[in-house]
């Protein structure tokens, strides 16, 4: 067995030589105390940013989603509707209700026609329709 060193000489067996100056922390008793960082609030501070990014994330997607579902209950809408003519994509088209029979799509503007409007629509490429103003 080597000479053992006293426990407060820093040697380092595997270079052979004393090395406390290469050390990144003190290697005496006279040396600064080892504090570890308080990491409290930096970490309070990035779950607050990372929480309010993913709220703000979580809204777009259900305003998203609320969008896409009236969408959706548009195109039914206007699928479900009587009509006896083929749309053109890129026409627009006004949904009237017809008390007793439903309702029906027309190429009568609301100005033309004394019927309750429910809504004009757009047929896009994909077979969509768009709801188009204000209804």
């Given amino acids: 067995m080597k000479d053992k060193k006293p426990d407060s000489v820093v040697y380092n067996e595997e270079s052979e030589q004393f090395d406390a100056f290469l050390k990144p922390y003190a290697t005496n008793v006279t040396g600064p105390v080892i504090k570890p960082t308080d990491l409290t609030g930096w970490k309070q501070r990035g779950a607050h ?3 309010a990014r993913f709220k703000a994330r979580i809204d777009e997607l ?9 969408e959706v209950e548009d195109n039914r809408k ?4 009587s009509f ?3 749309p053109v994509v890129g026409k627009t088209y006004h949904l009237y209700s ?3 029979k439903g309702l029906f799509l027309s190429i009568l503007s609301p100005e033309e026609c004394n019927f309750e409007l429910e809504g004009s629509y757009r047929l896009d490429a994909d077979q969509t329709w768009t709801r ?3 209804h």
């Fill in 78 to 81: 206007v699928y479900q509707a």
């Fill in 98 to 100: 017809k008390p007793g």
């Fill in 49 to 51: 940013q990372v929480n």
């Fill in 62 to 70: 259900k305003k998203a989603y609320e969008t896409m579902m009236k």
């Fill in 84 to 86: 006896s003519f083929e």
């Fill in 132 to 134: 188009v103003g204000d």
